[in-house]
């Protein structure tokens, strides 16, 4: 296993550019607008969902409904962090 690459890194630290200007300059290695998950998803699914989150986490809590909410969390986090990952959190 080599170092972490510049674009893993890129995720995390937000001054932190891959050294290409080819993939720095595309539209969807960039950060997400609020705007673009109601463009994508809908907007009663945008206000809705942390409202099942919410729901899931307070009263139906076991290990399923633990995964899906990791992978709910884990899929907005790296979502925000570039334009093309919003396809993950969508089911």
Do not use: C, W
């Amino acid at each position: 296993f080599g170092p972490i690459s510049a674009r893993v890194r890129g995720l995390f630290v937000k001054h932190t550019k891959t050294g290409n200007p080819l993939v720095d300059s595309v539209a969807e290695h960039q950060a997400a607008k609020p705007e673009a998950y109601v463009q994508y998803l809908s907007e009663p699914v945008v206000y809705l969902a942390p409202a099942g989150f919410g729901l899931v986490a307070l009263f139906y809590f076991h290990d399923a409904s633990s995964f899906l909410l990791v992978y709910g969390v884990a899929a907005y986090f790296f979502s925000h962090k570039m334009v093309r990952l919003i396809l993950l959190t969508s089911p």
